[in-house]
């Protein structure tokens, strides 16, 4: 039989990358079969190196809110790259896109950007553990911050994906400083505090968990954890590498209107490039170096095209109606949806909050980890398969998050939704 060409180069692949794969993460390990190679995107759609068109609802796992190669974007880049791609010395634009992160989520005060957001988590935790004294954090199951030793216990999506409860490498001394809760349940928080009395650092979530599926804060649920880290001299971060102007303008933290002393940002503020950033409250922040004692450095950080992608990115998103327009968008995608599977008599719940969602195999309601797992994955490997065929390009794991961006017409969803519904009639 003759291989595709994603298929061929797939094997290829193999022979020079682990798993063929720069990030495990894209390999279909959760599906089976073979991922297709991307060769370009535009807007709403990719297209595969066979030819193959999709409808994208992976958005690079987050970052293309305005969709793929928008035309400010590509032109900023063009524009940049013409008057150099890196100085490791101070630009403009830095500053600028520092500004616009700090006036849009108003609990960080400065800011320092870096190149990714496993970068920001880990750094975010060494400033808090730097500003505290203290050295345990808590983190919960199923939410993701990177692939930094001692964020990896527990870790969602990808680990969660792959079975992989705690990652191999990580010293036990050194995962034995994170205590793991979970997520939603307030209890499993308050037992830390009482066993650990004065020595826990920092509580680190996503405000919107994210690397589970989408599964949002339970009510009251960011207003305890804020409560309880107040009355123990615990900092407080945000995770939203996600959530972070994806959600809101003025992120999960203003959706909710809970204010944390740390947040670490990523994926959207970047614009498609390699971005992630960590800020914070003045007098936190002023314990990182050259102000403070806590090092933290990077060649490309801050680095012109990444930063000039970002500011275009952030500026898009500030034009009126933008987020009603995702909201609207987003609403009569998961809608469709929940018809839809509701048609074919396939239990499921569709989980949203803003343009990121997460369809689950499951009656739920999926309001945790353990709901989240009692999904079915054979299922949802299925269905996964039949919307490639279909052509709608999806997360290659039931325990991811869907994204809608402003690049999606009502004529892609109402098509989507026709193509799942198609899709599900072939699952019966
Ligand atoms: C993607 C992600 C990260 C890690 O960001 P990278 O840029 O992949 O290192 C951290 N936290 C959350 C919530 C994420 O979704």
């Keep these: ?11 290829e692949a193999q022979n020079y990358i682990p798993g063929g794969v720069n990030s495990p993460v894209r390999s279909f390990k959760a599906v089976g079969g073979t991922p297709p190679f991307i ?4 807007g709403a759609h990719v297209w595969d190196v066979d ?9 690079s796992w ?21 008057g150099g791609t890196s100085f490791g010395a101070p630009i403009e634009q830095e500053v600028v896109l520092a500004k616009l992160i700090c006036s849009g989520l108003p609990s960080v005060d400065s800011v320092r950007l870096v190149s990714s957001g496993t970068e920001a988590c880990m750094s975010a935790i060494r400033m808090a553990r730097a500003f505290t004294g203290r050295d345990k954090i808590i983190k919960f199951a199923g939410c993701y911050h990177g692939h930094a030793d001692g964020l990896l216990v527990k870790a969602g999506s990808g680990a969660l994906t792959h079975g992989i409860p705690t990652s191999a490498g990580v010293p036990e001394s050194y995962a034995r400083e994170t205590l793991v809760a979970e997520y939603n349940d307030i209890e499993s928080v308050e037992k830390f505090f009482l066993a650990n009395p004065k020595s826990i650092a920092a509580i680190i979530l996503e405000p919107v968990a994210g690397n589970m599926g989408v ?13 309880i880290t107040q009355d123990n001299g615990t900092l407080l971060i945000f995770d939203e590498v996600i959530t972070g102007f994806r959600v809101g303008p003025n992120g999960a933290q203003g959706l909710f209107g809970v204010t944390p002393d740390i947040t670490t940002m990523g994926k959207i503020i970047g614009g498609g490039l390699p971005v992630g950033a960590y800020g914070g409250r003045k007098d936190i922040m002023d314990v990182v170096a050259p102000l403070g004692a806590m090092y933290q450095a990077g ?3 801050g680095n012109p095209l990444a930063v000039s992608a970002g500011i275009i990115t952030l500026t898009e998103l500030q034009k009126p109606g933008t987020f009603e327009r995702l909201d609207t968008l987003s609403q009569r995608l998961t809608e469709g949806l929940t018809d839809a599977f509701h048609k074919a008599e396939i239990p499921s719940t569709i989980n949203r ?5 997460t369809g689950f195999f499951n009656p739920g309601p999926v309001a945790g980890l353990s709901d989240a797992e009692a999904s079915d994955t054979e299922m949802y490997g299925r269905y996964f398969h039949a919307m490639q065929e279909q052509g709608v390009y999806i997360a290659p794991s039931q325990f991811e998050a869907g994204f809608v961006s402003t690049a999606h017409t009502e004529a892609d969803i109402d098509a989507t939704i026709s193509k799942v519904s198609a899709a599900l009639i072939s699952l019966r």
């Design 39 to 42: 060769a370009r995107g535009q």
């Design 299 to 301: 060649t490309l950080s």
């Design 62 to 82: 987050g970052p293309l809110v305005l969709g793929h190669s928008h035309p400010a974007v590509v032109e900023i880049l063009k524009k940049t790259a013409e």
């Design 353 to 357: 909050v803003g343009s990121m969602f």
């Design 1 to 11: 039989m003759q291989l595709s060409k994603s298929e061929s180069l797939f094997a």
């Design 51 to 59: 030819g193959n068109e999709y409808i994208d609802y992976l958005g």
């Design 215 to 227: 599964v949002p804060p339970a009510d009251g649920f960011l207003q305890e954890i804020r409560k």
